[in-house]
């Protein structure tokens, strides 16, 4: 495909590709696929200031560093290859999708996150898809304020604290699928992040404004009732006593999800299933 004379995609998928070195390929080039090879290195990927999309799945790449002066790149897609640190990308200053699935990694291991590689995401990453990778922990991931997509099936994931470092930031994550990791066998573990967050879809089951609202009367109902107040000043009469029970850090827990325009908490449970939120910090940049 071109766009005039000019060459804007490649295709050379499944094509028995070991070494790239005496691939050359045009400046004008947009999109290259690349799947379904045998590549081991992509340090002669060469110069591609127009490069916005690349297909790099079923191959057999470690190293992601050849890819930092690609300022353009918006999707990229590694899943089944050999990398065990997603590095290099602290320039793709652009990139919006990240597809990272079902790496090959040392027995033992997880995929990870560079720290300067992290940052850059944190600003720019709309999608990101780590399904099958040995992952325990969501903190690096929580760090990501802008996901509004996230597969993290199949991995490690027993502690529903977990699941709630996801909501402890800017609120814009919408397709969440986490099918196949421990902490599932939860059974409110659901009902939890409907209460917690915007989530449209868990696990490709859609949530229905109605279902959203009818937990958040619910648990709200279930929520215990606030200690009664022991010692009082002397000066403190009635409203006021009524206005620090409805702002005491309780009474915000039990009913942050029931007021849609109210802002999470730094710190948090919900219920007995140890659901925290937590405030992130942002990664060093």
Sequence with gaps: MSRGSKITHVDLSNKDISDLSNLQLPSSVEVIYLYDNAITSLDSLGHLPKLS???????????????RDFINLRKLFLS???ISVVSGLSR??????????????????????????????SRTLKVLDVDNNNIVSLEDIAMLERLELLHVANNKITDPAEIGR???????LRQLWIAGNPVCAE????????????????????????????LRSKYARAA????????????????????????????????KQSLTNQRKPSVGSVDGIGLVVSSMKKPPI
């Design 166 to 172: 996801l909501f402890g930031g800017p609120d814009r």
């Design 187 to 214: 059974p409110s573990l659901r009902a939890h992040i409907i209460i917690m967050s915007h989530v449209e879809s868990i696990d490709d089951k859609q949530v229905t404004d109605n279902e959203r609202a009818f």
């Design 53 to 67: 999309m690349l297909y790099l799945q079923h191959n057999r790449i470690s190293s992601l560093e050849p890819l």
């Design 92 to 121: 793709c200053i652009a990139l919006e999708e990240l597809h990272i699935a079902s790496q090959q990694l040392p027995e033992g291991t997880s995929l990870s996150f560079e720290a300067g590689t992290l940052a850059n995401l």
């Design 80 to 82: 089944h290859n050999h």
């Design 224 to 255: 215990p009732p606030e200690p009664r107040q022991t010692t009082a000043p002397l000066q403190r009469n009635t409203s006021q006593r009524s206005l620090e029970r409805k702002t005491s850090f309780s009474a915000v827990a039990t009913r």
